[in-house]
């Protein structure tokens, strides 16, 4: 049982609505999504396109531009053929992009004042706060930040002690 929304709540009663906030995680686009969304908007044959996408290696943060110095083939295959080169070029520019947003399980920020004077916020479809600013470091804004994925510990111990 999953008790990591009774937290939620628990704090949201506690330090009210207008100063709590779950975080949003925006999921960018990679290079192999922007190559094969821009070839899927470009009209191309899958097969093609799939090739060229299975030839950007399944590292982690790799770049279109980083896949074309490492992959002699990849290089190659942008040189000579224009659609090809068309494809890539037009995916550069979407790779890194917002492609969707989805609010984070266990993330949650607690304002000193109103959440919605004082940063981005917006409302999810159920209607919770969400928070839109960036994290990086140590918060110096007069933001609490926390997750409570411990609560799914929790839940887990609590399980064990009671079976």
């Known amino acids: 049982m999953n008790r990591r929304g009774e937290v939620i709540e628990y704090v949201t009663r506690k330090y009210g609505r207008e100063q709590v906030a779950q975080i949003i995680t925006f999921n960018t686009m990679a290079a192999k999504a922007a190559i094969k969304d821009c070839g899927r908007a470009m009209d191309m044959p899958y097969g093609d396109v799939d090739r060229i996408a299975k030839l950007i290696p399944a590292t982690i943060g790799i770049t279109i531009d980083k896949a074309l110095e490492e992959q002699p083939e990849l290089a190659k295959i942008y040189a000579s053929d224009a659609q090809i080169r068309e494809l890539i070029d037009t995916a550069k520019k979407l790779e890194g992009l917002v492609r969707g947003s989805g609010v984070h399980a266990a993330g949650v920020v607690i304002a000193a004042a109103r959440v919605d004077g004082t940063c981005s916020d917006c409302e ?29 510990h929790a839940d887990c111990h609590h399980g064990r002690i009671e079976a």
């Open 124 to 152: 999810d479809q159920e209607r919770r706060n969400c928070d839109r600013l960036r994290y990086e470091g140590d918060r110096k804004d007069g933001f609490a930040q926390d997750g409570f994925s411990w609560a799914d």
